[in-house]
């Protein structure tokens, strides 16, 4: 996840290398009796992402974010309640567009649909809470869009041979 303002994605997983890393889970799933989790190709066992629904971050200085790669906020609990903080708009828009594509091994809305975060940063007043957070949403446009694509080319594909196995679970969570 490009961090700390760095204005590449060089160091990201390659979209294949994403997809060899969920066979090589896979592996270690069969041969050892643990369960290792895997943020996004686990996602399709969680309804998409977790962020600001399941799951959020408070960072050192009280600031709520919807995940610990998502460096924006809107709340605060030094100001706020922390149950109130979780009402926020920033947190209720996340949720009302999650999951972001019918293909749940595409959760991040950073990384597999960084048209979101950018839309979420214009609906949303909310702040950047990292050095270098705005680069997600400006200097990074067009290198997480190719990034997106290139994802979207493996995972479309992978998604048609698993879709009856979470199709029932995202339409329920729809429901919710």
């Avoid at 204005?7 to 889970?25: A, F, H, I, S, V």
């Avoid at 896979?26 to 895997?38: A, H, L, V, Y």
């Avoid at 594509?101 to 950073?110: D, E, V």
């Amino acid at each position: 996840m490009p961090v700390n303002g760095d204005k590449n994605t060089e160091l990201m997983p390659t979209p294949e290398q994403r997809n060899n890393q969920k066979l090589r889970r896979n592996e270690i799933r069969k041969k050892f009796p643990i369960f290792i989790i895997d943020f996004w190709n686990d996602a399709p066992f969680v309804g998409g992402c977790l962020a600001a629904k399941y799951y959020s971050h408070v960072n050192n200085f009280g600031d709520l974010e919807p995940c610990i790669f998502t460096h924006f906020a809107q709340a605060n609990i030094k100001n706020l309640p922390l149950k109130e903080a979780l009402k926020c708009q920033f947190f209720k828009e996340i949720r009302k567009r999650q999951p972001y594509s019918p293909n749940l091994l595409m959760p991040c809305m950073l990384i597999d649909h960084p048209h979101v975060i950018r839309e979420l940063s214009q609906v949303c007043k909310i702040s950047p809470t990292h050095p270098g957070a705005q680069t997600l949403i400006k200097d990074l446009k067009e290198p997480l869009d190719q990034y997106s694509q290139k994802v979207h080319q493996i995972y479309d594909k992978i998604w048609e041979g698993v879709e009856a196995t979470f199709g029932e679970k995202l339409k329920k969570d729809k429901k919710l």
